[in-house]
């Protein structure tokens, strides 16, 4: 969360003339509702369920490009089936920059809490090593998204 997936993977999708795939986005529409109010009503492992879901739905899918939401990696079949979709990019940004990019969100579901940069901090150290698994992870701490962009398509030339 963050890190620009969405932002980068939307101009990506258009430099590359390919679909973008928002999988949250299609979550939400399947389900008629917020991430916020799915995890607020059935909980986190309701969500990762359907998540799973999402990931199998769209495997078929060619020339695309697809954001997810930070967690997802954190299912080695939901890894396994990414990487059939194509390479995975992991952006990755300090607890500092993800706090500033996200302060005034509300839509946030486990930032929302008393201590939100402790939590990213807590998060991103559980998710780091499935984070590692990605094809290529760009820090995109002193980025913008142009620049976060041109990295991308410098990695899969």
Do not use: Q
Request: hydrophobic share 40%.
């Amino acid at each position: 969360m963050g890190t620009g997936k969405t932002a980068a993977g939307k101009r990506l999708a258009k430099r590359l003339k390919m679909e973008f795939i928002d999988l949250d986005d299609r979550i939400e529409e399947k389900e008629g509702r917020t991430i916020s109010r799915i995890f607020k009503e059935d909980g986190e492992a309701y969500f990762r369920r359907i998540e799973k879901e999402a990931v199998k739905r769209i495997l078929g899918i060619k020339d695309s490009v697809v954001a997810t939401g930070g967690g997802v990696v954190m299912d080695d079949e939901n890894m396994v089936n990414l990487k059939k979709i194509g390479t995975v990019i992991s952006l990755f940004a300090s607890p500092d920059v993800i706090l500033k990019r996200t302060s005034l969100e509300t839509h946030r579901p486990l930032l929302n809490n008393a201590e939100p940069k402790k939590n990213i901090e807590e998060l991103l150290k559980r998710r780091e090593p499935f984070y590692k698994k990605a094809d290529y992870i760009i820090d995109t701490s002193s980025l913008n998204i142009d620049e976060v962009v041109d990295e991308i398509l410098r990695l899969l030339r």
